[in-house]
Structures are given as C-alpha cells and as structure tokens.
C-alpha cells in the first residue's frame, strides 16, 4: 500500500509560481514512476509530467518541472509562468506496474488532490 499527500496548491495571480510537493509512504519500489495529473471541471484528467525512480523525466511538462528527492520520498511539481487556464485540481500518483507514463489507468496509487487557482 501507498499513500501519497499533495500539498502547496492555492491562489496565485498569472504569471506567478506555484511548486507543489508530493510525499509517499509505503512500498514504492525502484521501478515506480510518480506522475503529477491534472483535472479542471468538465475536463478529462491529463498528464502534466512524470518521473522514474533515478530521476530521468518521462514526461515533460512544458513550462512545469517536475523532480524527485528519493531520501525523502517526494515528489516536486515546479510551475512557472502561471495561466488561468492552469487552474484546476492536481494530483499526485504512483505507478508501480509499468504502462504508459502518461495515462491514468497505467497509475495505482492516488493522492486527495490539491486546487491551483490562477487569476487573470
């Protein structure tokens, strides 16, 4: 079992900076991809970047950054340049069984969410 707990969501005006912060617990394991997914209203959830466990990023975020400290086992989500139409809940997960990096079902593991609000 694995439990993932998002944090550093909130309101931030365009063009700011947010940088979100995963930590797991439980059995990872070395082959476990972190994705960080997104999801505005009426939206499907959608990719916005993944990493294995070394480090090498599967998945590029465009204008976000997404990185790993394994001692500590979280997972950072950097964004930069903030847009309103980045508002939306975002999620951390863990993919423990391989799959496509970029889809939710290849993920197992999912935390509670954290809301990014950009303002215009």
């Known amino acids: 079992q694995v439990q993932l707990v998002e944090s550093g969501g909130g309101l931030v005006q365009a063009g700011g900076s947010l940088r979100l912060s995963c930590a797991a617990s439980g059995r990872t394991g070395s082959s476990c991809v972190m994705g960080w997914f997104r999801q505005a209203p009426g939206k499907e959830r959608e990719i916005v970047a993944a990493?294995?466990?070394?480090g090498g990023r599967i998945y590029y975020g465009g204008r976000f950054t997404i990185s790993r400290d394994n001692a500590k086992n979280t997972v950072y989500l950097q964004m930069n340049s903030l847009k309103p139409e980045d508002t939306a809940v975002y999620y951390c997960?863990?993919?423990?069984?391989?799959?496509?990096?970029?889809?939710?079902?290849?993920?197992?593991?999912w935390g509670q969410g954290t809301q990014v609000t950009v303002s215009s």
């Open positions: 990493i294995n466990w070394s």
């Open positions: 997960a863990a993919n423990l069984g391989g799959g496509l990096a970029y889809a939710p079902s290849s993920y197992d593991y």
